[in-house]
T-cell receptor
């Protein structure tokens, strides 16, 4: 069974600083997708960034980037120049050829002014 | 283009009653997914539907839970004879046909069910 592990239940960062959220996953598949979703207090899940496993280049979306280490099955999210609006619960998720996304337990990010 | 619409946003039921949660996918999206989020946990897959078809219900409890996505109208997640353990946030997500394999889902704001 695929599992996604987020070992940091809570993280905090100062405004304008950089923070990295960790995620590891377990799979025997070679072709899959990885995601980071953000869940602000409104509770709506918002896609932050996506990575295809066959691509070696790390995905980047503005201030958000990932460090994808396929051999280590690691998929960390780096947030640069943190803003107050980045405060949210962040979920790492995995998808193979089937229909379901498997989510981690989440990391609550606090941004301190 | 309206996003995924879920209603009600909050629903309170007593044990033994029925709960019906509705989801209208984004315009043009033919794939609907339901996820459940228990307090302090991540989202857990329940069911994946296309119009008039259940594609994958492997995450759905075998009893009391059912889902449908009719040809016309919203997708419905139905929970019969609710118990306190059903209290959770239920999220609906949709995707268009061309992205159904990429995992890019568009989520609604969720329906929070409280069972007294």
């Amino acid at each position: 069974a695929q599992t996604v592990t987020q070992s940091q239940p809570e993280m905090s960062v100062q405004e304008a600083e950089t923070v990295t959220l960790s995620c590891t996953y377990d799979t025997s598949e070679s072709d899959y997708y990885l995601f980071w979703y953000k869940q602000p207090p409104s509770r709506q899940m918002i896609l932050v960034i996506r990575q295809e496993a066959y691509k070696q280049q790390n995905a980047t979306e503005n201030r958000f980037s990932v460090n994808f280490q396929k051999a280590a099955k690691s998929f960390s999210l780096k947030i640069s120049d943190s803003q107050l609006g980045d405060a949210a619960m962040y979920f790492c998720a995995y998808k193979t050829s089937g229909s379901r996304l498997t989510f981690g337990e989440g990391t609550q990010l606090t941004v301190n002014p | 283009n309206a996003g995924v619409m879920q209603n009600p946003r909050h629903l309170v039921r007593r044990r033994g009653q029925e709960a019906r949660l509705r989801c209208s996918p984004m315009k043009g999206h033919s794939h609907v997914y339901w996820y459940r989020q228990l307090p302090e946990e991540g989202l857990k897959f329940m069911v994946y539907l296309q119009k008039e078809n259940i594609i994958d219900e492997s995450g759905m409890p075998k009893e009391r839970f059912s889902a449908e996505f009719p040809k016309e109208g919203p997708s419905i997640l139905r929970i019969q004879q609710v118990v306190r353990g059903d209290s959770a946030a239920y999220f609906c997500a949709s995707s268009p046909q061309e992205r159904k394999n990429t995992g890019e889902l568009f989520f609604g704001e969720g329906s929070r069910l409280t069972v007294l």
